[in-house]
């Protein structure tokens, strides 16, 4: 048989499945690892898919989306950053990462560099290598509050740099980027020439300050931005999101979805319509309790001793283990505490010390989960 790709061999799998799949085989096992809302999708999304089935909203959309949706995304886009956009600046997607995908896709060329965090959620990576391009990481580090240095920034980028790629707020950290830095980042942007993919997935869920988002600052389109309905209203398993660009990269995340996944799922882009033209209680409902596990994930952290960064969006928990190799180290909680948490290296080399938890277990398994981290901390 003729050889497999080499670079689909070559991809590194996930940590975090690594674990999960170990988890598996498993019983009675805390699950810290995931980064997913434990809450059901709210009923009311969930019915007027029900209802856009039945009304024959189950063929093919045009590739960039519902016409519909994409409007009612402009308008919330302009409401909620004061950009002025309109439906042909949105392309509705397969999730969040459908969106990088075909972001990436469409700004490189083979042996491009594309500037990544570290630590970075993995996916940017395994993105980056299936354009042929080459991800180049750069430093998130505890003495700067794990924020991007704007000199450090300037002098990574390459006359092969093409893409920088920020997150906020941040898988693993929590970091909100202040506004002024993202201004900041979007001014050497455009003084060095290069684009920017802001993966803005978590936007809605901030416990302190403001969201800023790079489109605010963006003058001359070289601004992608990534946002989803997953995380915000539970919608993982829909599978819907969307970039936000100028015409002329939109136009080209359009011919990306053509080839790739010819549309988005009809029966979601009529769930996503519900879940933005809807109250937005829901939202702040789960942002509540995420608030109420992070405050509990504190407390018991604050009394084991153990250093951990504190989160001011997203739903994670970046908690200094102090070990070599995170992964060995999350792989043996499992096995001797039955704990499933989330190997710092996954998200890159600086994380070898860290491990992430997710805020959105359930309050009384987190409480356990991280008793269990301090007993086996102190073994």
């Known amino acids: 048989m003729p050889a497999l790709s080499k670079m689909v061999v070559d991809l590194k799998r996930s940590g975090i499945r690594e674990i999960m799949d170990m988890a598996g085989t498993m019983e009675d096992v805390i699950h810290l690892e995931v980064g997913e809302p434990k809450f059901d999708t709210p009923p009311h999304i969930v019915s007027a ?105 300037d002098q990574a980028i390459s006359a092969k740099t093409k893409v920088l790629i920020l997150n906020s707020p941040s898988n693993p950290l929590g970091v909100v980027l202040p506004s002024e830095l993202v201004r900041d980042l979007v001014t050497l942007a455009k003084r060095r020439d290069i684009y920017i993919i802001s993966d803005e997935v978590y936007d809605k869920i901030i416990y302190e300050g403001r969201h800023a988002s790079a489109l605010s600052y963006d003058t001359d389109g070289r601004v992608i931005g990534v946002f989803s309905f997953s995380k915000s209203y539970a919608m993982t398993g829909w599978r819907v999101g969307y970039a936000v660009a100028s015409e002329p990269v939109a136009d080209q995340l359009t011919k990306l ?23 937005q209680d829901c939202i702040e409902e789960m942002r509540g309790t995420y608030a109420g596990n992070l405050a509990a994930a504190r407390e018991v952290l604050d009394g084991l001793g153990i250093r951990y960064q504190v989160p001011r969006g997203a739903f994670y928990v970046w908690i200094d283990v102090n070990s070599k190799d995170s992964a060995t180290y999350a792989r043996a909680l499992l096995s001797r505490e039955k704990v499933a948490v989330a190997p710092g290296t996954t998200f890159g080399p600086s994380g070898s010390r860290y491990i992430r938890i997710s805020l959105a277990s359930d309050r009384d398994s987190i409480r356990e989960g991280l008793r269990r981290l301090g007993s086996f901390q102190h073994e």
Not at 78 to 83: K, M, N, R, S
Not at 257 to 279: F, I, T, W
């Open 257 to 279: 979805q053509e080839a790739y996944v010819s549309c988005a799922s009809s029966v979601s882009q009529k769930a996503a319509e519900a879940a933005l033209l809807a109250s």
């Open 49 to 153: 898919a029900l209802e856009a089935a039945r009304a024959g909203f189950t063929r093919y959309t045009p590739n960039k989306g519902l016409l519909s949706l994409r409007r009612i995304i402009a308008g919330r886009v302009e409401e909620d950053y004061g950009v002025s956009v309109t439906s042909e600046n949105i392309v509705v997607t397969v999730g969040g990462v459908g969106a990088v995908a075909i972001a990436v896709r469409a700004l490189v060329d083979r042996g491009d560099e594309v500037l990544i965090p570290d630590p970075g959620w993995p996916n940017y990576e395994s993105i980056i290598y299936c354009a042929g391009a080459l991800p180049k990481r750069y430093p998130l580090s505890r003495t700067n509050g794990f924020l991007p240095d704007l000199n450090d920034l």
